[in-house]
């Protein structure tokens, strides 16, 4: 597919990757809130399929509903018009077969890094249990950490604890709403990696919202391109290079630029980018290149 396709409302469910069977399903999924007497439309005909054990993530810019459709299809908001269906089930409500790693930091403080894994698992027996969490902090890299407060952690690791809180119950769909977004930059760049590491060792489906294109082209087997409120699924893109991704290759750019010209930002960007050029040609300072594109900001 081509990254550079033209902008085009998606009304048919788009399939997953070729050969993975449907894990989930919308249906023209819409949305609307009432809003000091007014009909507030966050939502338009939502056609999507998510293949079992596909990574896919929701990209657009803030407000554009794509954490409204996340927590929909967890189940913890009902669509005011369409259906999502899990399993070819109609989703009503939260499972605890789905997990959800929300935008804030989720830990417990007053548990410990073994606690806070170990917190899904209370009716497993004893041994079991431990057995689990122990393997769970060994995959997310926090051996010797178990028995630390997350008062002693980094943002890092907090993270980290609540993406292997998240695995060690077993879930066939986790659900990740901008769960990197308060890290710094480097310790993004690593927890990426992690989350990659750790997700093809586990296959499990995967929904990542996020408003960082490098992030979705980094991560995702297909980025869906969601359009300013009400949200409408714009493009959906197969991100066709392998893991790991060199982000400097010629594919990965011709992929992360045509979804900048999708949006509408690279011309812009161009335009930002040569006045900062010129502006430190005049002061003597060099620009270095940016790396990072964001919907609504330009860092």
Not at 163 to 188: H, K, Q, W
Not at 206 to 212: A, N, R, W
Not at 243 to 268: F, K, N, V
Not at 283 to 293: E, I, L, Q, T
């Amino acid at each position: 597919m081509s990254s550079s396709a033209s902008a085009r409302a998606v009304t048919a469910a788009e399939p997953p990757m070729p050969g993975l069977p449907i894990k989930l399903r919308t249906e023209n999924v819409g949305m609307a809130f009432l809003r000091d007497d007014k009909t507030l439309p966050v939502l338009e005909n939502i056609n999507l399929e998510v293949g079992n054990g596909e990574f896919v993530c929701l990209l657009g810019p803030s407000g554009c509903g794509k954490s409204t459709l996340l927590s929909a299809m967890a189940g913890f908001l009902r669509p005011t018009s369409g259906a999502i269906l899990i399993d070819g089930e109609i989703v009503r409500g939260a499972d605890p077969r789905r997990i959800f790693v929300f935008q804030e930091r989720g830990v417990f403080p007053w548990l410990t890094v073994e606690g806070n894994i170990g917190f899904g698992l209370r009716k497993l027996p004893a041994k079991e249990r431990a057995e689990r969490v122990g393997h769970y902090i060994q995959m997310v890299g926090l051996e010797g950490f178990e028995k630390s407060y997350p008062h002693e952690l980094s943002g890092g690791m907090k993270q980290r604890v609540e993406v292997a809180r998240a695995l060690a119950v077993n879930p066939d769909v986790m659900f990740l709403d901008e769960p990197f977004g308060a890290l710094d930059s480097i310790t993004r760049m690593v927890m990426r990696i992690e989350l990659l590491r750790i997700w093809q060792a586990e296959r499990k489906t995967i929904l990542f919202v996020t408003h960082d294109i490098d992030e979705a082209v980094q991560l995702a087997d297909r980025v869906v391109v969601m359009s300013a409120r009400p949200g409408r699924i714009q493009q959906i893109v197969s991100i066709d290079i392998p893991h790991p991704r060199d982000i400097s290759s010629p594919r990965y750019l011709e992929l992360r630029d045509g979804i900048l010209s999708q949006i509408g930002l690279a011309h812009r960007l161009l335009v930002i980018s040569a006045a900062h050029r010129k502006q430190n040609a005049g002061s003597g300072h060099s620009s270095p290149r940016r790396s990072f594109f964001y919907f609504g900001d330009t860092r």
